[in-house]
């Protein structure tokens, strides 16, 4: 199994954080990871990327061109990522802020109203995890202990106090996340 | 089995830098490796082994404060990018002279000048023909993941001591930014004043009257000692191209073309091969880990195996030059690079060895 | 006539009044005939055999005249990079916490190209001595101009005379670095007379003293001729250096136990 990720979003929104706790997961499940950011001044303000890889073998290139699943959180990145994903891929994008909607009917798109909620319920600090959660609802990689591991792992040590919020997060997304039809 | 964590290149150099036993670290920031120096001053290394940890005024003070705790027989390092790295190569080419251990990386960025904060590896020839001044090379490794970014540190202190010359860890800002799992390795403590004395005898830490005094220079007035002075340093550079070749193969078995790449190219090379396999080219990779001294006779011996080779850098052609020297010419050798911190992708870099090599 | 003593009455050593410390190489030295060097060298030496510390210390020699200072001084020594002396020193001193840490440095090498070595080391408050000799010109390379050349004094590049506003003002460094808070000791001195000679031997005592307290720099900077770079025999040089160089860079101490002197 090799799973190829690009999460993609404004600098932030915790996209490079939503990449690490994935990863990390990963390696206490005892997964091959990498976490590859796009870094510099772009992430101040402007857009950020990660590209996460999780496999159970050794991982060759971290750098990618194509990807299984997309994981957008803005217009910008909807633009530049939609037509990186694999033929018979995936896409998960939150609808907040987009005016141009995926098309593509080569692959499988979802779609996840993460910054709403988050709003509705108070909890947007954790809005990357109510998103990490509906992808772990349709690709189940990481088993949930791993991933309070993986939690335990990424935050620093003040932020522990944290953790059940995240869980509850990645638990509303698993609710959240919908299925979502390109129109013709 | 060592710790496990999942780590930053650059994190996973200034952690193995401590586990290590360094004395001392002295640097300066510039992006894309100031994690490394952030790391270090997080850790407090010197309220837990006494490791120094100091940032300096510049580069140019960062490598002469190395040059003088190598001089004193200390375990020193330290690391920059490619400006920087420019900066300090007058105080490289005094510790080669001066035949001084120490551990030098470079994250590289995309140049010349001020460049790009992003991955690039123009500045192999910088790495593995000298850089500064006079008839020197530095001990060069080349790592591809953050497991070998920390592995690196503790072999290179290891060859610096071996040979009394500096070892430069040539890696980017894609290793250096990316997080991987990392095996850390158990800490070493560091040496004791005595054990380092008994190690060092020729380190400046004070005259006692049973030895002559401790000079450490480069200068050498009169030409005959200098060009003994240069025939001795010949004769190590030689001893290591004999003893420390390190390289790797990766599918090259039933290959009949091979990339040759290092680093980051290297990584997206192995990508490259799964796409040229699916579509029924037998391809493989070979990795030089020391680009200094390059892997010449273990490259000559694949080529007479293959039908042609590209050569896959993140700079305009420099490697290639070793390439073809090792091969002698006698089978198609091709480039393909991205420079200014634009990294190749996997199927650009498959598209190139067919219609550059295969197909051409 | 008075009391006299014979050539072996001499010898004998309850009449010795004068050795060369044994920590001084019994080679030829590589100086000019009337230059300061080879008396700021011995001073030192006196000093590091008086506090019986040969074995402890290590000294940094620069780039310039002084270049070749590890051939005559018997002790450990490293030679620097054109102005790095105090980065050096910096990394030695830190690491080796308990050693006597000194750098050896003429003016083009702490007021030019070493600068913000020698700024940055005095104002992080690094526990080491730098002994600064200033002769207000290159020697080593000929006579050029120094930071530290006087208006209006000739030199190989200004061979009419320092014309301050072509070439700039001459930089009092030693007054500059008094005001770092890194700073424990500065002081000036000159090696041209044997009253001067011993109060610059007492304040390169203090200065190696000083690392025992770990408070910071002890900085004493020399006053020398360079007779050859002036183009004057040694007695002509020492009083051009009185008359010319001293009301520029007036001897003294400049700042004592980290209290900067007032002047009166």
């Given at each position: 199994m090799t799973e190829e990720i690009i999460i993609a979003g404004f600098g932030g929104q915790g996209v490079l954080s939503m990449g690490k706790i994935l990863a990390y997961s990963g390696v206490m499940q005892n997964k091959e990871v990498s976490w590859m950011p796009s870094y510099g001044p772009e992430m101040r303000g402007g857009t950020a990327n990660v590209t996460v890889i999780i496999s159970d073998e050794r991982i060759s290139s971290p750098i990618l061109n194509a990807y299984d699943t997309a994981i957008i959180l803005n217009q910008q990145s909807l633009d530049k990522f939609e037509s990186k994903v694999k033929p018979g891929g995936m896409l998960i994008f939150d609808p907040n802020g987009i005016t141009r909607l995926p098309a593509r009917k080569d692959i499988t798109i979802y779609s996840i109203a993460a910054a709403d909620e988050a709003g509705k319920l108070g909890i947007l600090k954790v809005f990357n995890m109510i998103v990490l959660g509906?992808?772990?609802?349709?690709?189940?990689?990481?088993?949930?202990?791993?991933?309070?591991?993986?939690?335990?792992?990424?935050?620093?040590?003040?932020?522990?106090?944290?953790?059940?919020?995240?869980?509850?997060?990645?638990?509303?997304?698993?609710?959240?996340?919908?299925?979502?039809?390109?129109?013709? | 089995m060592g710790e496990l964590r999942l780590m930053k290149g650059n994190e996973a150099i200034a952690e193995a830098a401590i586990r290590a036993g360094c004395d001392g670290y002295f640097g300066y920031p510039i992006t894309p490796q100031s994690e490394i120096l952030e790391y270090?001053?997080?850790?407090?290394?010197?309220?837990?082994?006494?490791?120094?940890?100091?940032?300096?005024?510049?580069?140019?003070?960062?490598?002469?404060?190395?040059?003088g705790g190598a001089g004193a027989g200390k375990m020193v390092m330290t690391t920059s990018s490619s400006p920087g790295v420019s900066l300090m190569q007058e105080g490289i080419s005094y510790i080669a002279g001066a035949e001084l251990p120490a551990l030098l990386v470079n994250i590289n960025r995309g140049g010349p000048g001020l460049g790009t904060i992003q991955p690039s590896q123009a500045d192999y020839w910088q790495s593995t023909k000298g850089g500064g001044h006079g008839d020197y090379h530095l001990l060069v490794l080349a790592p591809a993941s953050v497991q070998e970014m920390s592995d690196f540190v503790k072999l290179g202190f290891d060859l610096a001591f071996k040979y009394r010359n500096p070892v430069i860890i040539h890696s980017d800002g894609a290793i250096g930014q990316m997080m991987e799992k990392v095996v850390l390795f158990d800490p070493i403590p560091r040496r004791t004043d005595d054990e380092i004395k008994k190690q060092c005898p020729w380190a400046t830490v004070g005259k006692t009257p049973d030895r002559k005094r401790s000079i450490i220079t480069s200068l050498e007035l009169d030409p005959g000692k200098q060009e003994q002075v240069n025939l001795r340093l010949q004769a190590k550079y030689r001893k290591m191209e004999a003893e420390e070749v390190r390289y790797e193969e990766i599918a090259c078995d039933d290959a009949e073309y091979i990339f040759v790449a290092f680093g980051t190219?290297?990584?997206?090379?192995?990508?490259?091969?799964?796409?040229?396999?699916?579509?029924?080219?037998?391809?493989?990779?070979?990795?030089?880990?020391?680009?200094?001294?390059?892997?010449?006779?273990?490259?000559?011996?694949?080529?007479?195996?293959?039908?042609?080779?590209?050569?896959v850098e993140m700079n305009a052609g420099q490697m290639i030059e070793d390439v073809k020297l090792a091969v002698s010419c006698s089978l198609k050798v091709e480039h393909y690079g991205r420079f200014g911190g634009i990294i190749p992708t996997p199927e650009e870099v498959t598209e190139n060895l067919i219609s550059k090599v295969i197909g051409g | 006539m008075e009391k006299t003593i014979n050539k072996e009455q001499i010898r004998k050593p309850e009449n010795l009044v004068y050795r060369r410390t044994p920590l001084l190489v019994d080679v030829p030295l590589s100086y000019c005939p009337g230059c300061g060097h080879g008396t700021a060298h011995r001073m030192i030496m006196e000093v590091i055999e008086e506090m019986g510390?040969?074995?402890?210390?290590?000294?940094?020699?620069?780039?310039?005249?002084?270049?070749?200072?590890?051939?005559?001084?018997?002790i450990d020594m490293q030679q620097a990079a054109h102005g790095r002396a105090p980065a050096l020193a910096t990394a030695i001193k830190r690491l080796w916490p308990d050693k006597f840490v000194f750098t050896y440095q003429g003016d083009g090498d702490l007021a030019a190209?070493?600068?913000?070595?020698?700024?940055?080391?005095?104002?992080?408050?690094?526990?080491?001595?730098?002994?600064?000799?200033?002769?207000?010109?290159?020697?080593?390379?000929?006579?050029?101009?120094?930071?530290?050349?006087?208006?209006?004094?000739?030199?190989?590049?200004?061979?009419?005379?320092?014309?301050?506003?072509?070439?700039?003002?001459?930089?009092?460094?030693?007054?500059?670095?008094?005001?770092?808070?890194?700073?424990?000791y500065v002081?000036?001195?000159?090696?041209?007379?044997?009253?001067?000679?011993?109060?610059?031997?007492?304040?390169?005592?203090k200065a190696f003293e000083n690392q025992k307290l770990k408070k910071g720099i002890s900085f004493v900077e020399i006053v020398s001729n360079c007779n050859s770079g002036w183009k004057m025999n040694a007695v002509q040089a020492n009083k051009w250096m009185e008359e010319n160089m001293f009301p520029f860079y007036p001897l003294g101490d400049l700042k004592v136990d980290g209290q900067i002197v007032e002047k009166k």
């Amino acid at each position: 199994m090799t799973e190829e990720i690009i999460i993609a979003g404004f600098g932030g929104q915790g996209v490079l954080s939503m990449g690490k706790i994935l990863a990390y997961s990963g390696v206490m499940q005892n997964k091959e990871v990498s976490w590859m950011p796009s870094y510099g001044p772009e992430m101040r303000g402007g857009t950020a990327n990660v590209t996460v890889i999780i496999s159970d073998e050794r991982i060759s290139s971290p750098i990618l061109n194509a990807y299984d699943t997309a994981i957008i959180l803005n217009q910008q990145s909807l633009d530049k990522f939609e037509s990186k994903v694999k033929p018979g891929g995936m896409l998960i994008f939150d609808p907040n802020g987009i005016t141009r909607l995926p098309a593509r009917k080569d692959i499988t798109i979802y779609s996840i109203a993460a910054a709403d909620e988050a709003g509705k319920l108070g909890i947007l600090k954790v809005f990357n995890m109510i998103v990490l959660g509906g992808f772990l609802k349709l690709k189940p990689l990481v088993a949930p202990e791993f991933i309070h591991k993986g939690l335990e792992k990424s935050l620093p040590a003040r932020h522990h106090k944290l953790i059940p919020d995240n869980e509850k997060a990645i638990e509303v997304g698993k609710d959240l996340i919908q299925p979502f039809t390109p129109a013709d | 089995m060592g710790e496990l964590r999942l780590m930053k290149g650059n994190e996973a150099i200034a952690e193995a830098a401590i586990r290590a036993g360094c004395d001392g670290y002295f640097g300066y920031p510039i992006t894309p490796q100031s994690e490394i120096l952030e790391y270090l001053m997080a850790e407090k290394p010197y309220e837990k082994t006494g490791m120094v940890v100091l940032q300096a005024e510049s580069e140019v003070a960062s490598i002469n404060m190395v040059y003088g705790g190598a001089g004193a027989g200390k375990m020193v390092m330290t690391t920059s990018s490619s400006p920087g790295v420019s900066l300090m190569q007058e105080g490289i080419s005094y510790i080669a002279g001066a035949e001084l251990p120490a551990l030098l990386v470079n994250i590289n960025r995309g140049g010349p000048g001020l460049g790009t904060i992003q991955p690039s590896q123009a500045d192999y020839w910088q790495s593995t023909k000298g850089g500064g001044h006079g008839d020197y090379h530095l001990l060069v490794l080349a790592p591809a993941s953050v497991q070998e970014m920390s592995d690196f540190v503790k072999l290179g202190f290891d060859l610096a001591f071996k040979y009394r010359n500096p070892v430069i860890i040539h890696s980017d800002g894609a290793i250096g930014q990316m997080m991987e799992k990392v095996v850390l390795f158990d800490p070493i403590p560091r040496r004791t004043d005595d054990e380092i004395k008994k190690q060092c005898p020729w380190a400046t830490v004070g005259k006692t009257p049973d030895r002559k005094r401790s000079i450490i220079t480069s200068l050498e007035l009169d030409p005959g000692k200098q060009e003994q002075v240069n025939l001795r340093l010949q004769a190590k550079y030689r001893k290591m191209e004999a003893e420390e070749v390190r390289y790797e193969e990766i599918a090259c078995d039933d290959a009949e073309y091979i990339f040759v790449a290092f680093g980051t190219s290297a990584r997206i090379c192995q990508k490259s091969i799964e796409l040229a396999r699916a579509k029924g080219y037998k391809v493989g990779l070979f990795r030089p880990i020391t680009l200094y001294p390059f892997p010449v006779n273990p490259l000559r011996e694949l080529s007479t195996k293959i039908k042609g080779i590209l050569v896959v850098e993140m700079n305009a052609g420099q490697m290639i030059e070793d390439v073809k020297l090792a091969v002698s010419c006698s089978l198609k050798v091709e480039h393909y690079g991205r420079f200014g911190g634009i990294i190749p992708t996997p199927e650009e870099v498959t598209e190139n060895l067919i219609s550059k090599v295969i197909g051409g | 006539m008075e009391k006299t003593i014979n050539k072996e009455q001499i010898r004998k050593p309850e009449n010795l009044v004068y050795r060369r410390t044994p920590l001084l190489v019994d080679v030829p030295l590589s100086y000019c005939p009337g230059c300061g060097h080879g008396t700021a060298h011995r001073m030192i030496m006196e000093v590091i055999e008086e506090m019986g510390i040969q074995q402890d210390t290590i000294g940094i020699a620069p780039v310039g005249c002084s270049v070749l200072a590890y051939d005559f001084l018997d002790i450990d020594m490293q030679q620097a990079a054109h102005g790095r002396a105090p980065a050096l020193a910096t990394a030695i001193k830190r690491l080796w916490p308990d050693k006597f840490v000194f750098t050896y440095q003429g003016d083009g090498d702490l007021a030019a190209i070493g600068t913000a070595e020698t700024i940055h080391a005095c104002n992080r408050g690094e526990h080491f001595t730098m002994i600064f000799v200033n002769n207000g010109i290159y020697g080593m390379t000929g006579g050029q101009m120094a930071p530290t050349t006087l208006p209006h004094m000739r030199s190989s590049t200004s061979p009419y005379g320092r014309d301050v506003e072509i070439m700039g003002f001459p930089l009092k460094m030693t007054e500059l670095i008094t005001h770092l808070p890194g700073t424990y000791y500065v002081t000036r001195q000159s090696v041209h007379t044997p009253a001067n000679v011993r109060k610059t031997k007492k304040a390169i005592r203090k200065a190696f003293e000083n690392q025992k307290l770990k408070k910071g720099i002890s900085f004493v900077e020399i006053v020398s001729n360079c007779n050859s770079g002036w183009k004057m025999n040694a007695v002509q040089a020492n009083k051009w250096m009185e008359e010319n160089m001293f009301p520029f860079y007036p001897l003294g101490d400049l700042k004592v136990d980290g209290q900067i002197v007032e002047k009166k």
